[in-house]
DNA sequence: GTTAGCACTCTCTTTCGGTGAGTGCTAATC
DNA sequence: GATTAGCACTCACCGAAAGAGAGTGCTAAC
């Protein structure tokens, strides 16, 4: 276990370089900018030992060596120490948050700016995908002719709207009826009803109220449907032109540009909701072949304990994983915390 | 005159080919493939002149010809012919545009894919701004605690909301009185109101209504002018990776990428809402540095005969424009017809 | 087990003709 | 006088060859 413990110094030493400089590292880099305390042709030993081991790979027979995929796994689970944030870092995002109190999509905007601003990756955010939800409370606001306003508010707080475009121009009257009706029915009821459970009280309404009713129930359902295709809010794509390895190779970079401009496949990035705190996916772990020479590390966040969005960053394998994945736990902490005290709290 | 004639069928014939190629024209290039009858010593000597004047370019002394950005602008003003855009095409934007009625977003981003799609060039659409706008009806809806969903209708039929957050919670009541109040103030007044408007008959309310007053007065104001930062949307950047001039130059897609990225740029780049009904800017032409070897293609699009927005293409001084230009116009009309059906057509 | 030494490998850069497309100029032709 | 054929010249592009440099694997000595 010795040996090894020095295997894997050597190892370490050689991913935190390579992370820096994107060269290959060769025995002399070694022995020279980290002192282990052994020469170079023992380090080549060993380095020969963990390439067999599949850490390490040589891009020609004469180079330095990089690490493997694999490498970086280890890296992750055993090596990775997590990084502080600074304070005053947190504080500037609790601020910006408040400032933009109750306006969704500005908080995600800002959240990506941040996430690349500190890491330099490109960004991605999910807008929050908030199924199960219960409706509270339902307005029907006539705009125009045909033209209707739906408002929905749930018990969890989230307001969702809608224009809707009716067969006829209904009256004031109508509207408030179809509205109270609704709102005596789907009081604890799913937004995902079916149309058997009116069926019951229907003839309180007249027929062209009916027929009103079952357009906004209509719309309901897309309004409520319609984050199927999770939207995704992306920021810094263009920071992949900092590293050479990308740089300098432009299939690799015109592969990855015309990737992350693909909702398709950041959606599948971004499925698993599970409830690991941070997630990493490094290389080929990446389900999108896409993605197989990059790093995606994300995170989950929260309202109200249950997990509704996705935050985190893409970039190349050697990204420096401490301080990323430390930023990307950081920020959906603040963003859970922000979301729950903004719009969640009611639920039962 | 005669001359000339011929002089400019040579650099009509050069810049044809050199927008399908992308290769460097030379003498016997047009000789043979366009034959305008004479010979390839005497092409050259048109070309030594043509470039003389100006409109073409040598990248070195033993290569052919490339149109200068004086070409394009000539060929632009002088040589362009619109090109019918197929009938099923308007088909299929008008029923697209129908099915997402009243989803301004949705329409914005379509339109954006579309215009892609038939160009093969990047696209962008600057979401309606809209000015000058007149309430008819203000709601406010209590969604729990201190927040409150503030929906405001124009006359003009757009409808705007917002969410804010008030310093106390208020009873159902106060909320009518206050929305009461407004509407009947603001009926006929642009959004742009004055506090002191109030004045005469604010006593109406109670001194904690008239906190709440102050408050929505506020809220509109950013309603309606949050709009000063245009936002944009944009498609099919990666499209660039198709033009071998862009392809074989890093540095010239980094700096294509970086900056159609930014809000910035774009905005400067579509700030003149002026009344051509097809703006094409042309390599220098660009206010815009970074796009120097690109040109716009842009138009704005109207609602109620008032123009709110802009489309447009961004690509490679050699883009097909007479192709692009139709599409461009036909799309604006499209859009202009679609949104003064959809939404305008009440103005006083 | 470790290390010094050395031959070897392979990329990267530079150099150097060769090729080919295209030009400008001159002299002949219409 | 305009047009064209002919020709020398230019220059990017390609591929081969040579040299440099970084790094390796192996062997033999410590």
Redesign the interface.
């Known amino acids: 276990m010795k040996k090894d413990d020095r295997k894997f110094d050597i190892l370490y030493s050689i991913i935190r370089d390579y992370i820096k400089t994107a060269e290959p590292v060769g025995s002399r880099t070694i022995e020279k900018k980290y002192n282990i305390g052994i020469s170079s042709a023992t380090i080549r030993n060993e380095m020969a030992d963990l390439e067999e081991m599949g850490y390490l790979l040589q891009p020609h027979t004469s180079s330095g060596r990089i690490p493997s995929d694999k490498a970086y796994r280890l890296y992750v689970d055993r090596f990775m120490k997590r990084v502080d944030v600074d304070n005053y870092i947190r504080d500037d995002v609790r601020s910006l948050y408040n400032r933009y ?3 969704l999509e500005e908080i995600m905007n800002k959240t990506a700016q941040i996430l690349t601003k500190l890491t330099n990756l490109t960004s991605l955010v999910s807008t929050p995908n908030i199924t199960g939800l219960n409706i509270r ?1 339902l ?1 029907l ?1 006539h ?2 002719d045909e ?1 209707v ?1 739906l ?1 929905v ?1 749930t018990k969890q ?1 989230i ?1 969702k ?5 009716l067969n006829g121009i209904p009256t004031e009257q109508m509207l408030e009826h179809v509205a109270n009706f609704l709102n005596l029915c789907l009081t604890d009821m799913q937004t995902e009803f079916s149309a058997a459970t009116f069926a019951a009280s229907i003839d309180a309404l007249s027929p062209w109220e009916q027929k009103i009713l079952a357009q906004v129930v209509e719309a309901i359902k897309t309004l409520f449907n319609q984050e199927e295709d999770i939207r995704f809010i992306s920021n810094g ?2 920071e992949i ?1 900092r590293y050479p390895e990308f ?2 190779d ?1 299939d690799k ?2 592969r990855f ?2 990737a992350i ?1 693909r909702n398709d496949l950041l959606s599948y990035l971004f499925t698993a909701m599970d409830d690991e705190p941070v997630r990493v996916r490094i290389g080929e772990e990446n389900e999108v072949e896409q993605f197989s020479d990059c790093s995606v590390i994300s995170a989950t966040y929260k309202l109200n304990g249950r997990p509704v969005g996705t935050i985190g960053v893409v970039g190349p394998t050697r990204m420096d994983y401490d301080y990323c994945v430390s930023v990307i736990e950081t920020l959906t902490d603040e963003l859970t915390e922000h979301l729950t005290e903004s ?1 969640g709290g ?1 639920e039962d």
Do not use: S
Not at 161 to 165: A, P
């Open positions: 109190f109750g306006e409370d307005r606001i705009i125009e033209r306003l408002v508010i707080g307001v709207n809608g224009e809707m475009r794509v263009t032109f740089r300098n432009m970079t015109k540009l015309e401009h719009i009611k």
